[in-house]
């Protein structure tokens, strides 16, 4: 049985704590293996698009504005996100390695949830920053500076890491005496803390606290951006205006979607009917590494400014290999 050998057990004056957990996560899926190569090719996507996107906003000055400073953490934490969770998730299930040490676990978890709270906020400043140029157009190179927009990242990581550390932290104050299998494909927050012996309300507490950080006002901040918006280009005379202001809105709408619909769907079906927890942590899975794959191509490969700065790159790349050539030649 895979419980053999788990409760060698660190005891604390006060804790019970398996030396190990156990990610049960799918259950007999036929032919589930080809899921996981899917999830390897959208990994290694999200690597090669993110990257792309990264390099060329850090290479091409014209891009150095506040508005692709939002983008380049957006890239990032889409990055580091699939990074913190594909690769384990693959060598778990691909190669059956489903145990997992007690620390690691919780190492886990605070990376992949960190990352994904990290978006939700970056969504934040990215509706931020659509309400001013549409609101107050003349006003936005004065309010959206470099400085602000900084100040307005850097504080969406540290409240997140606070966040994230605490609820770590407390995962780390419960007894796990009895069951150690986690009925999920990574170490998520919530199954790990059901599955404790001793009071889990501080962690039930910090798990409302995350939900309202991370998924209620993130969407409630973005309503209220776009219903100021809709305002706004409705007092717009011009129809070539508002559709003009209506592009640059709809590719950050799409990702709002792609980010907060399958969350927030789940979790009502949760709440309210049986899902089964093989079709709950596919839709999880796919929730967690889909929206980093397509960010980069619906976002920002798609914009004129983007595009054209690509070109001058890859012209800017060309030019050495060209005079080499030349030199070669003579």
Known sequence: MYREGLFSITLN???????????????????????FVFLCFVYIMTVLGNGFLL????????????????????????????TAL????????????????????????????????????????MAYDRLIAICFPLRYHSIITTKSVVAMLLSSWIVMLCVNAVLAGFINRLSFCASVEIKTFFCDHGPIYQLACNDTSYSYMMAAVGLILVICIPLILISGSYAC????????VSREERLRALKTCVSHLILVALFFLPFV?????????????NARNINSSLTYTVPPLLNPIIYSLKTEEVRNAIKSFCQISACPLSEDNRKLNQ
């Open 13 to 35: 004056t006060t804790f019970v704590r398996p030396t190990k957990f156990y990610l049960a996560g799918f259950y007999n899926i036929p032919h589930v293996k080809y899921y």
């Open 55 to 82: 390099s060329v906003i850090y290479l091409v000055k014209t891009l150095h504005t506040p508005k692709y400073i939002i983008v380049f953490n957006l890239a990032f934490t889409d990055l580091c996100g699939s």
């Open 86 to 125: 594909i690769p384990k998730l693959l060598d778990t299930f691909l190669f059956d390695r489903r145990y997992i040490v007690y620390e690691a676990c919780l190492t886990y978890m605070f990376f992949v949830l960190l990352f994904g709270s990290i978006q939700s906020w970056t969504l934040v400043t």
């Open 229 to 236: 918006i809709s305002v706004a280009l409705a007092r717009t």
């Open 265 to 277: 769907g789940t979790n009502i079906a949760v709440l309210t009917s049986y899902i089964h927890p």
